[in-house]
């Protein structure tokens, strides 16, 4: 007999496959000491399990790097970064040697340490460090009591059930032949749901009985796209969600005969599609599917997962590559958002704050240190020889924060063009609305920007005060609810009356059911992940603006999150 399962769908497909569960393999340690004496062969074999622990990821990260988003190979690069860091080996190894603890029990023990400080820490983003911390020691206690991560079987094609797994795990697994993921936890942010989507894998998260209820090598079906699981199918539902399958594999080969065409409506409305990109890679895949440009390059990933700062030098060699692979085509370059551990490794009052992700970042940590912003803000514009750029100014809140900074653009400008370093002469600057005053704001501010670009992941969780990453209040975390789209709809309006683009670069525009619903509120440019290009720009050809502008209008004055699926699905039956 069929057992209907319902989650959370975090990547969109259907995968059908065998399970294969990976509760059972989480190494376990237990209070115990060494005898006197054998200290230092105890730090040599943490010593040797943790350099293979680093040699595992480094084969991993060798195989896949050309093969993966470079947004994805950050987690791996994380946690090699995590796993060379002495804060990490230094306390476990003094423990082995004062205290006398066994390499599993110092092991567990600092872990314990960490994840309670982390989990301290009311940024929800950087809470999710004590994920990286639990992963990164369970793959040393793996190494110590040379256990697999996983049973390696025969045949591919199956999919993983578990409590929740690290983006290396998924990427390991991805690379063996996982079809489909189904997590106990989790949701639509954590890393295995990042990773999931980046990859296309089927996935569904917060199936909170799923290891309770299936088994291994029981036949599964998992539809990342409702967020239902299907265990034991009968043969009717297997027949069901195959022609489901074969449904969208043939509609993923009918969207890559899209790259080429013209992201236009039903009724000859031209709209403006771009990419969001981390990498030379990124922007050289979108170009191929067909963006107009790169909507946002996010220059943070420039600075992640490194004990030092990146000079202007190498941030002009980074920019002119990215402009460059995209031949022709404008990019906008986003300023430093969130400060980089190199920095705040020296920085102590900044790494304690109460609340980072309302704290100094963005705009704020660029006026508060030239030192980071001013070599930025020359090589973004030394860039503009290899072809256009655009300057994007995050987590603005206020006119006089943009005046600042234009201030300093327009002096570094005059000091590269006294130098006779070629710029172009036009670079529009443009500010990055993400913060609800902004938002309201947006008629003050629009005489100070060139264009506006909406960051609807964060603009949704500080408007509704609910991280994105935070597993306890995902019900709340709701980028459709009348307050966000109310503050993206104004935001559009007041653009387009004083003659500036709009861009929407959240995950809100990358996904294709959505598109419908904001190109009813007026939007006209989207800057979505690479992997969904073609998703929206099919769904924005199918889409006749003149006929659903009333309907979407009238979603901004939804009373309850199903009332407004159901709007939302009748903005879609119009197919």
Not at 375 to 398: F, H, K, T
Not at 425 to 446: F, K
Not at 503 to 531: I, K, M, N, T, Y
Request: net charge neutral.
């Amino acid at each position: 007999m069929s057992l209907m399962l319902s989650g959370t769908g975090v990547s969109r497909g259907i995968a059908i496959g065998k399970v294969r569960l990976l509760h059972e393999i989480q190494p376990r340690a237990v209070a115990s000491h060494i005898p006197p004496g054998t200290e230092k062969q105890e730090v040599e074999r943490v010593t040797a399990a943790m350099h293979a622990a680093i040699a595992e990821l480094r084969q991993l990260q060798a195989r896949l790097r050309d093969k993966v988003p470079a947004q994805i190979m950050t987690f791996l690069d994380s946690h090699l970064l995590m796993l060379e860091d002495e804060t990490l080996s230094q306390p476990v190894i003094q423990l082995i040697e004062e205290k006398k603890y066994t390499s599993e029990w110092a092991l567990a023990r600092h872990r314990d340490r960490l994840v309670a400080m982390f989990e301290k820490i009311d940024d929800a983003y950087l809470r999710q460090r004590a994920e990286d911390v639990e992963n990164v020691i369970s793959k040393v206690l793996r190494k110590l009591d040379d256990t697999p991560a996983a049973e390696k079987e025969s045949g591919r094609g199956y999919i993983v059930v578990t409590s929740n797994l690290a983006a290396a795990d998924v990427l390991e697994h991805q690379h063996d032949g996982m079809r489909g993921l189904i997590c106990s936890h989790g949701g639509t942010m954590s890393h295995a749901a990042i990773v999931a989507r980046s990859l296309r894998i089927p996935a569904v998260t917060a199936v909170h009985p799923a290891l309770d209820l299936l088994h291994e090598a029981d036949e599964v079906i998992v539809d990342g796209s409702s967020g239902m699981v299907v265990a034991a199918p009968d043969k009717r539902s297997l027949q069901h969600y195959r022609k489901m399958r074969r449904s969208e594999n043939q509609r993923q080969r009918d969207l890559k005969a899209l790259a080429a065409k013209p992201a236009r409506t039903r009724d000859r409305i031209t709209i403006n599609l771009q990419a969001n990109v981390d990498s030379p890679a990124d922007a050289g895949m979108a170009r191929r599917l067909g963006a107009e440009g790169i909507g946002l390059y996010r220059s943070d990933s420039l600075f992640a997962n490194r004990d030092d700062l990146p000079d202007e030098r190498e941030q002009l060699a980074m920019y002119r590559r990215i402009v460059r692979a995209m031949q022709g085509r404008p990019v906008t370059l986003r300023t430093l958002d969130a400060p980089p551990a190199a920095f705040t490794a020296d920085q102590p009052h900044h790494a304690g704050e109460a609340e980072p992700a309302l704290g100094l970042r963005g705009i704020r940590l660029s006026l508060a240190h030239p030192e980071l912003f001013e070599p930025q803000v020359r090589a973004m514009l030394r860039a503009s020889s290899a072809g256009p750029v655009r300057i994007l100014l995050p987590m603005v809140s206020n006119v006089t924060e943009v005046q600042l900074a234009l201030t300093i653009i327009e002096r570094i400008r005059l000091e590269l063009l006294h130098k006779k370093r070629t710029i172009a002469a036009d670079i529009p600057i443009g500010i990055l609305i993400e913060v609800p005053g902004a938002a309201l704001a947006a008629r003050q501010l629009a005489g100070h920007a060139d264009f506006f670009a909406i960051g609807s992941n964060d603009l949704t969780q500080y408007t509704l005060a609910a991280a994105r990453e935070d597993d306890d209040v995902q019900h709340l975390y709701d980028p459709l609810h009348p307050a966000v789209l109310r503050l993206i709809s104004e935001v559009i309006t007041v653009g387009e009356k004083a003659g500036k683009p709009v861009v929407l670069c959240g995950e809100l525009g990358s996904d294709p059911r959505v598109c419908r619903l904001l190109l009813g509120l007026g939007l006209r440019h989207f800057s979505v992940q690479p992997a969904t290009l073609l998703e929206v720009k099919d769904s924005i050809r199918r889409s006749d603006v003149g006929s659903i502008k009333t309907r979407a209008r009238r979603m901004l004055s939804s009373d309850s999150r199903a009332r407004t699926e159901r709007m939302l699905n009748r903005l879609i039956e119009d197919d």
